[in-house]
């Protein structure tokens, strides 16, 4: 295809391929939404590489848990900020594994990106009224755990309306900021929070200057709490199905620091590197590999990162004709509630198995 032809196709299709991504994960198609990242990636005008001072960097950093590095940071903070990438379900199980992690250390407050504004600041039980990321069966068992830890909820993002796109990105994190300050640290000074933003709101940089300049969300709470946040990126170094269309980076870190867990890379003096080349984050998550498939037709990081257990199908519930969506529902869960798992099951093709983590379920489809 022609270098014309690419672009072409980038500029009528990029945005419909990433909010592809996106639908794909939320209907419990990790493997579909990464299939249409490599389209995008493909399609993209820019693609990472591995710098001179990435291969000086690698030459001397050490390897730690993600997990245990990160909850050691936070006890010097009193906000921490994660981000994710939308269409990326991994993400968002090791951020539930942050957050476990954080509320045994005193952090009180969850604020998240997709929560609608008047989130209920304790929910009973997770439902798709929630917001819209959460309706994807990972993210809905993050806040499932978070509702049983007792985390109090936080909504804050805001829609700004208007024609300047410069414009409508900048006051977008200034009112994402103002209305955490209004809803937390104005009536709890003190307060400890963890907020789960996506992609680029959880960088320090540009710092904040002026409300007629951009800053991200990070770099404004900082600048007006006077209080600098923990800023970590998970959204850069993870797979994406095929080693072509993965950071070449992250492929190093991979092959030099192989780990069933997320790790993070630490300096010989002491800091945390961040190989992506986006400054402002404090550390970047390396996640491993767990997009090939296993015996149960899904990937394994269902099993290995997430711990979940295969449910066969019951031969009732499989289609006669075409194919179904099947749904698992936690039994204790009300109306509109997010499913544990979904999978789509075609006639003429093996049916792949249910992925779930202990407690019963009830089971429903969808034509």
Known sequence: MSPDKVESL????????????????????STGAAEAFRWWYFLSKSKPSITQENQETLASVTAENALEAIVAKAKMHQIVILNEAHQEPTHRVFAAKVARELKKIGFNYLAGETFRPNIPQQPGYVDTSMGFYLREPMFGEFIRNAIKDKWNFVGYDV???GQNIADLAREREFGAAQNIILQIFSKDPNAKVFIYVGY???????????????????????HRLGVEPLTINQSDMFSHGEKETDNP????????FPSSNPIVLKKTEG???????????DMEVFHPDGTMLSETGRPIWMQKAAGLHALAIPSELLPKDRRRLIQAFHVEDGPNAVP?????????????????PAGKFRLTYEE
């Open 10 to 29: 980038y500029e009528s299709k990029g945005n419909d391929i990433q909010k592809l991504m996106t639908m794909r994960s939320l209907t419990g198609d």
């Open 159 to 161: 829609y700004p309306e």
């Open 200 to 222: 680029g709101h959880a960088r320090k940089e540009p710092a904040y200057t002026d409300e007629k300049t951009y800053a991200s969300l990070a770099a404004v709470l900082q």
């Open 249 to 256: 980076v992250y492929r190093k870190v991979l092959e030099r």
């Open 271 to 281: 800091e945390y590197a961040v190989l992506s080349g986006r400054p402002g984050y």
């Open 340 to 356: 544990a798992d979904m999978v789509m099951v075609e006639v003429g093709r093996p049916p792949k198995a249910l992925m779930l």
